[in-house]
């Protein structure tokens, strides 16, 4: 008996188990360049390895959350938070009958445009970036698999598939209002993308809340003031817990409690449109994948928390400034003195003729530790080059 499932196979299986408006593997618009299909994956499982196996994804393992990497081994990096994105929107998809691996697909590849020291590193590229195109992280993913990326003789990037490069320019967080120019932005994302949307926003308040808990920047008494948090501590039992565990427990609470609000109201809100097929959703004016009122408004009153007590926190913004003017020297240095950079770096300059975003790119792709051995070798006289 073979028991080796094949491509053709498993896009029969998608058929069986998928709800008629998930994305289909068999209906995807392809890639950029043709390319022989895989005998054994579908298209999106196709994507998964790519995006795993490029050097942008292995970076992300030094990128900042919201901690910079030396400031302790346990804290969140945009690697694991990627991961823990991934989780939580196969877990959504996989309840709402969408598709798992397309999901899966956007959430690995969501973040591959972040600069180092988080949202720090785009707002100064941004600001030196104004007279030349600006920089946009979604913009930047896109910009990663699609043209960053050297790893094929035919073509540059990863060349994935329509679907997921669509999820990723239209990523939308409360931080991240992406331009969708050439992606339909008229219409809404796929399902699956919106899933990744609200995984996202789900991870990063419980894993930041987590995190501030655990450098101590968050003091537990002021979360007295978070419903959220109030419940959570008093279901999972708190006051009777050692605080690691406690802490644990009650963020653990606090995922799964939006995770299932997230699944009870997406499913409402498709039971009540009836779409038949995936651009029904997509042509929908609104996003299908959400939360609840209740929800919206405890995950807001969490958010804005985390805002005020926690990214706003003089340790975190010392971070974040020391961080935006080592990363304005570095632009400033490469771009006064273009000999400074790495040859293959002055060679994509020359080809394309746009100094200012060759250097933009250059920076959005180092890892913290990199960026900072950069500045060290260019301004300390004794350090080596």
């Known amino acids: 008996m073979n028991d080796i499932r094949y491509r053709k196979e498993l896009e029969s299986l998608e058929n069986q188990r998928l709800a008629s408006f998930a994305m289909r593997s068999a209906a995807s618009r392809g890639r950029r360049f043709p390319e022989e299909e895989s005998i054994s994956r579908t298209c999106y499982q196709r994507d998964i390895d790519r995006i795993v196996h490029s050097r942008a994804f292995r970076r992300l393992e030094y990128k900042t959350q919201v901690f910079v990497n030396y400031e302790g081994d346990h804290y969140r990096t945009r690697l694991t938070h990627t991961f823990e994105v991934s989780m939580v929107a196969r877990a959504l998809a996989r309840s709402l009958a969408l598709n798992e691996d397309l999901t899966e697909a956007i959430a690995l590849a969501h973040d591959l445009g972040h600069t180092p020291f988080g949202h720090a590193g785009e707002e100064i590229l941004n600001e030196l970036m104004v007279d030349h195109g600006g920089f946009e992280h979604n913009r930047q993913s896109?910009?990663?698999?699609?043209?960053?990326?050297?790893?094929?003789?035919r073509f540059d990037g990863l060349n994935l598939t329509w679907e997921v490069r669509e999820g990723l320019i239209k990523h939308a967080s409360a931080f991240d209002h992406p331009d969708a120019d050439g992606y339909e932005p008229e219409k809404r994302v796929s399902l699956e993308g919106q899933v990744v949307n609200l995984a996202d926003e789900i991870a990063y308040n419980c894993h930041d809340l987590e995190d501030g808990l655990r450098s101590r920047v968050i003091d537990w008494k002021h979360l007295e003031a978070i419903p959220i948090w109030q419940i959570a501590f008093q279901e999972v039992g708190g006051q009777s817990l050692e605080p690691d565990i406690a802490r644990h427990e009650a963020v653990r609470f606090i995922k799964d409690y939006f995770v299932k609000d997230a699944i009870?109201?997406?499913?409402?809100?498709?039971?009540n449109l009836s779409p038949q097929t995936p651009d029904d959703a997509r042509n929908h004016l609104t996003c299908l994948i959400g939360f609840s009122m209740h929800a919206q408004r405890m995950i807001h009153e969490l958010s804005t928390f985390l805002l005020h007590n926690f990214y706003f926190h003089y340790r975190v913004i010392r971070m974040t400034t020391k961080a935006k003017w080592f990363l304005r020297d570095l632009f400033e240095r490469y771009t006064t003195t273009q000999r400074l950079l790495?040859?293959?770096?002055?060679?994509?300059?020359?080809?394309?003729?746009d100094k200012e975003r060759v250097i933009?790119?250059?920076?959005?792709?180092?890892?913290?530790?990199?960026a900072l051995d950069e500045y060290q070798k260019l301004t300390d006289p004794g350090s080596r080059i």
Not at 264 to 271: E, F, L, Q, V, Y
Not at 342 to 353: M, T
Request: glycine share 4%; proline share 5%.
């Open 142 to 153: 896109l910009r990663v698999v699609e043209y960053l990326e050297k790893r094929y003789p």
């Open 264 to 271: 009870r109201s997406s499913a409402d809100a498709i039971k």
């Open 360 to 370: 933009c790119d250059y920076i959005a792709g180092m890892t913290d530790r990199f």
């Open 342 to 353: 790495p040859d293959k770096i002055q060679r994509y300059i020359q080809v394309s003729g």
